[in-house]
C-alpha cells in the first residue's frame, strides 16, 4: 500500500441522545439534513474535497444506517484501490470485548488501522458537526508552524462558551491553556472537536493515556490536557466559515433554518465544494398548479401541492392540497395530507400526518418533533413531542 | 432474465431533432428534467433483471460516454457481463450517410456470439417507457416465437410513417408487417424492441449481410414474416417516441400531469441515471412555481409556470419562465420572459430579453448560447 500523508479518523458512534426522537433508531451521524444529505455527508465530503482518501469511520450506536450508508464510500468517491473508506465498528479481543470508552479510547482500540496506514498525521473529526473546511489548509498551518497538535477552532457567543472546550492562545497562536466545558472562560475560541496530530506522538500519548486508570479517555478532557501540561507544541487553526454542532434539538432545527437565507453562510450550490451524499433515484420533483413555494430547500421526487414556506423538503416527500409547511423540517417520504398544518415541525422519515391534523402552532416557539413511521390520525392537534407514542405505527 | 443479454441499437441517419442533435446522439438527448433517453431503456432493463447490456452506437458517442461511464449508476459495472460500448468500424458509413443496422450488428458480432446468454432483446434508444420485460420474455417462451415484436396498438403520435405496422392474429402470430400505406388499417405500431433467440439472431445477420440487406426491419423481420415465428406483444402502458422536437416539446410537457409523471417514474421501476451531486432546489423569496417540475441544483428567485427545469438551472429575480424546457446549467436572468421555447445545456439569456416560440413550433436555443 502507498504510503499516507494523512488519515482522516470520524467519531461518529454518538447516540446524540439530546437529539431524542430524531436518534431513537439511528446514530447521529446518519440523521438526514439540508433537504438531501445525512449529517455525516459533510466530514466524509470535506476530506474528498480536501483530497484525503483514507477515512476511519469509528461506529458504536446502531451502527445500521451508518453502515449501509457509507457503504464502500463510492458516493463520496472512497472506493479507492489503496486506502478509501473503513468503518471501524468496536470488536471483540483476547479475554474481553469492549466498547469505546471516550474519543481518546476510539482511536486507541483502532491503533492497529492507522498502523497498518502508517501516515505522518492523523486527523481526528467528529461525525456530527455541520461546516464545509478545507482540512489541507489546516495541514499546511500545521507544518508551517512545526506544531505537533494543532486544533480547529472558532469564536463562538460567550453565551454559550461553557458547552465547547475553550482554549488561550499567545500570538503566535500556540495554545497556552485548554478547559473543557469551562463554567466562566477567559475567551470564546472554541475546539470545533477537529485535530491534527503528529502520528507518533499521537500514538504515545494515546498509549499513555490508556494505562492512566483515573482518565475517561477523552481528548478534550484528558488527552489535550495531558499533551499541554507535558510543553508539546499545541496550535490553534482559526476557522472563519460557518459551523455548527448540532447536538440538540434546536441547533439541529436552527443549522436547516440558515439554509434558507438568501446568501447563506453555508452555500450548498457552490460547485467548487459540493457535498456529496448517496443520491436517491428520484425524478425531480412535482410542483402542484394549487402550490406555493417561498425560502425553502426542496429535494428530489418530492410532489409540493400545498404551501410550503420557510422549510426543508426531503425527497419523496409530499405535501397535499391546502396543506400548509411552515419553518418545519419534513423527512424523506413523510406524507403531509390535504389540509394538515406543520409549524416549527420536525416530521420523520414515512411519517403520515393525515388530513386536517396541526403539528405546532402558528405562535408557538417550540419545535415539535415526530419520529420516523408514525401516523398522525386526521384532525388531531399536536403541540409537542409528547404525544407521539400514543400513534398507531406504520410498517 | 438473466439468460437475455441486451442490445440498444442507437440507429439513426440524420439529425432528427436538429440543434438538440447536432452534437450528441438522441439516445444522448436530456429529457424529463435529469435524464437522458437512453437512461429508460437502460433502467427497463436492468430492472428486468438483465445483466449484460450493448449499445450499438454509431457516430458523436462522445456525449454518450461520459454519460455512460462504467455504468455504475445502472448497476452496470460488473466483473462479468455489464455494459459495453460497441463502436462501429473505422469507416462503417458510405459517403451518403449511414447505411442502416446490419453492418453495425455485422461489426459487433464477434462479442454478441461470445455472451453467455442466449436470447436478445434489441431495443432502439429513441423510445421512452418505464417497462418490465419479465412478461414479454414469458409471453415469448410460452408462443414458443422465433421472433417477439413488442408493439402499441392506438399510438398517440401523429406521425408513424416511419414505424413498422403489425398484423397479428387474435393469438399474437404476425402474419404481415410492413411500412404504413393506405391499405394498412392496423394500428398496432412497432415499438422496435424485438426479443429473439442469439443463435437465430447470428444467423439471420450474416444471412443479411451476404445477400447485401443493411436494413434491420426491412431485409430480416419483414422479408421473413412468413419463413419465422413471429409474434406481437401489446404493450398497454405509456409511451413516448421521440423523433422530432415537437413530440419532444409536446412529451416532456406530458410529464407536469401527475398520473404521467408517476407511471413514468414509479409504475414498474425507478428511473437510474448518472449521479451528478446537486443540492436540493432552493426556492428564494419571491419565487414563484405552478404545474412545474425541477431537478436538483436549481435556485429560483424568478416565476416558473409549466415547464422542466433540468439540474442546475438559475433563475433570477423578475425572470418569468412559462411553457419552456430549460435544460442542465442554463442561467435566465432578471426580468427575461421566455416562452414556448427549449434552451439546451449551458444557455443564459440575459437581463430583460423576451423570447417567445409557438405551442406547435417551441424556439430551440443552441447549447451554451447567450442572447
Known sequence: MRKKECVAMILAGGQGSRLGSLTQKIAKPAVPFGGKYRII????????????????????????????????????????????????PPYAQEGSAEWYKGTADAIYQNLNFID???????????????????????????????????????EVPWHEVSRFGIMNTNTTGRITEFVEKPKEAKSNLASMGIYIFNWRLLRKSLEEDRKNALSSHDFGKDVIPKLLADGHRLYAYYFKGYWKDVGTVESFWEANMDLLEDDPQLDLHNPNWRVYSVNATRPPHYVGVTA??????????????????????????????????????????????????????????KSLVERGAVIGAKDQLEITVIEENIVIPSNAQVLDNSMISTQKQVG | MQNVMGIINLNEGQDLLKELTKGRPLAALPFGGRYRLVDFMLSNMVNSGMQNVGILVHDKYRALMDHLRSGKDWDLARKRDGLFILPPNQNPCSPGGCRGNIENFYNNLDYIESSRQEYMLIAGGHIVCNLNYR????????TGADITVLYKEDDVEEDISQYAILDC????RIVDMGIISQKTTSRKVSMEMYIIKKSLLVELIKDCHTRGGWDFVKDVLIKNVNQLKMFGFPYKGY????????????????????EKWEELFFRSGLVYTKV??????????????????????????????????????????????????????CEIAENAIIENVICDKNVCITKGKWLKGETNYPLVVEKGTII
Request: net charge positive.
Open chain 2, 276 to 329: 451528478k451531486d446537486e443540492a436540493p432546489v432552493k426556492y428564494k423569496e419571491n419565487a414563484r412555481a405552478f404545474n412545474t417540475m425541477v431537478a436538483n441544483g436549481c435556485i429560483i428567485e424568478g416565476r416558473v409556470e409549466n415547464s422542466i427545469l433540468f439540474r442546475g438551472v438559475k433563475v433570477h429575480k423578475g425572470a418569468y419562465i412559462k411553457d419552456s424546457i430549460i435544460m442542465q446549467k
Open chain 2, 169 to 172: 392474429q387474435p393469438d399474437g
Open chain 1, 41 to 88: 455527508d459533510f466530514p466524509l465530503s470535506n476530506c474528498h474535497n480536501s483530497g484525503i482518501d483514507t477515512v476511519g469511520v469509528l461506529t458504536q450506536y446502531r451502527p445500521l444506517a451508518l453502515h449501509s450508508y457509507i457503504g464502500i464510500g463510492s458516493s463520496w468517491d472512497l472506493d479507492r484501490r489503496d486506502g478509501g473508506v473503513y468503518v471501524l
Open chain 2, 239 to 258: 409511451i413516448a417516441r421521440i423523433d422530432s422536437i415537437k413530440n419532444y416539446y409536446r412529451h416532456n410537457m406530458e410529464l407536469l400531469k401527475p
Open chain 2, 135 to 142: 412478461k414479454v420474455f414469458k409471453f415469448h417462451q410460452d
Open chain 1, 116 to 154: 497498518m496506514m502508517n501516515p505522518n498525521y492523523v486527523l481526528v473529526l467528529s461525525g456530527d458537526h455541520i461546516y464545509n473546511m478545507d482540512y489541507s489548509l489546516m495541514l499546511e498551518h500545521h507544518k508551517k508552524q512545526k506544531a505537533e497538535v494543532t486544533i480547529s477552532v472558532i
Open chain 1, 292 to 349: 406555493s413555494l417561498t425560502r425553502s430547500l426542496v429535494g428530489e421526487g418530492c410532489s409540493i401541492l400545498g404551501e410550503v414556506d420557510h422549510s426543508v423538503i426531503f425527497p419523496g416527500a409530499h405535501i397535499g392540497k391546502g396543506a400548509v409547511v411552515k419553518d418545519s423540517i419534513i423527512m424523506p417520504y413523510a406524507t403531509i395530507c390535504e389540509n394538515a398544518h406543520v409549524y416549527r415541525g420536525i416530521i420523520g422519515r
